[in-house]
């Protein structure tokens, strides 16, 4: 099969005026190729940030870079045809947040630098050869979100004195799935809890896994770090509320819609440091010497309103820890 990509393809997406610089009108802006698992109302928070980050840095949109997206609408599966397509249209740097799409656009390209973002462990999922000194053509951050289940655990805790078993949501498409099982098991054990795994890769498959936790008359769930279960977040947050489970995400945005707490990476330094990245590979650097960097800020996020509807009081000393409140 050829792997040609229609004119009709190429074209979509790229301004016309980076169009015109690229046929020599006008010197031609760096050219940023956006690849995620996301859909478009997902993506554009980080991405209005991240534009705002290189703007910061100096770089005038539409001049000094540009940029164009190939986003999977929650289909992990298109990404490696969507990677393909930035190859094709001769990006000068790929960002790619999440492991399968870092994974995507590392297949597609050995020399186009790619900076990424929520990778849980580069290392583990081949993309990188050490977290010092990467190599190749990749760098970016790494969320380290199986360090995060301890304090996920203790929230649950503190709301639940008498907790025995939690519930976890995983999802077994994950590249982490067989190493996040017992890293959460030996957590888990260390605090004296019992868990059961529900797993879940669809739509379908998460509601089966609500019932089967409501057949165990489960009472508290930890939902694993997962870009699926991000894109799925209002039917987890909806079903979670329904089966009056008491819920802690990976991601403030799942409290928004309706989950109980979450304890994660805060996403806006994360995406600021990626465009530090971005700089300085267009300032000459190369990607496979800039050790890979973890965030350093997380955030707790409660919602009061959940709690509210769960007939839960939250501790004043769990309100006490929280970033932000959702009333």
Known sequence: ???????????????????????????????????????????????????????????????????????????????????????????????????????????????????????????????????????????GLSNFSIDLSPKRFQLLTQLL?????????????????????????????KLGLHVNFADASTPDEIEQAFRTMAARRAVALIVTADAYFYARRLQIATLALSHRLASV?????????????????DPAPAIRQAAVFVDKIFKGANPGDLPIEQPTRVEMVINRRTAALLRLTIPPALLLQAERVVE
């Open 161 to 189: 004195p008498a907790l025995r078993d939690v519930e976890v949501l995983a999802n077994p498409a994950n590249a982490y799935y067989a190493t996040q099982k017992p890293a959460i098991e030996s957590v888990a054990d």
């Open 1 to 139: 099969m050829s792997c040609a990509i229609s004119r009709r393809q190429v074209l979509w997406g790229v301004p016309f005026a980076l169009l015109a610089a690229r046929t020599g009108a006008q010197p031609a802006p760096k050219l940023i190729g956006i690849l995620s698992p996301y859909a478009t109302a997902d993506v554009e928070p980080a991405l209005a940030a991240f534009r705002q980050a290189m703007r910061d840095l100096g770089y005038s949109e539409g001049r000094g870079f540009a940029v164009v997206q190939r986003l999977a609408d929650g289909h992990q599966e298109r990404l490696p045809a969507l990677a393909a397509e930035l190859v094709q249209l001769r990006v000068d740097l790929i960002l790619a947040s999440t492991t399968n799409a870092v994974k995507a656009a590392n297949a597609a390209t050995s020399t186009i630098p790619i900076v990424f973002e929520s990778v849980a462990d580069p290392v583990a999922a081949g993309v990188a050869d050490s977290i010092n000194h990467p190599g190749r053509n990749v760098t």
């Open 249 to 265: 995400f990976p991601f403030a945005a799942s409290v928004d819609a309706g989950g109980l707490m979450s304890y994660g990476v």
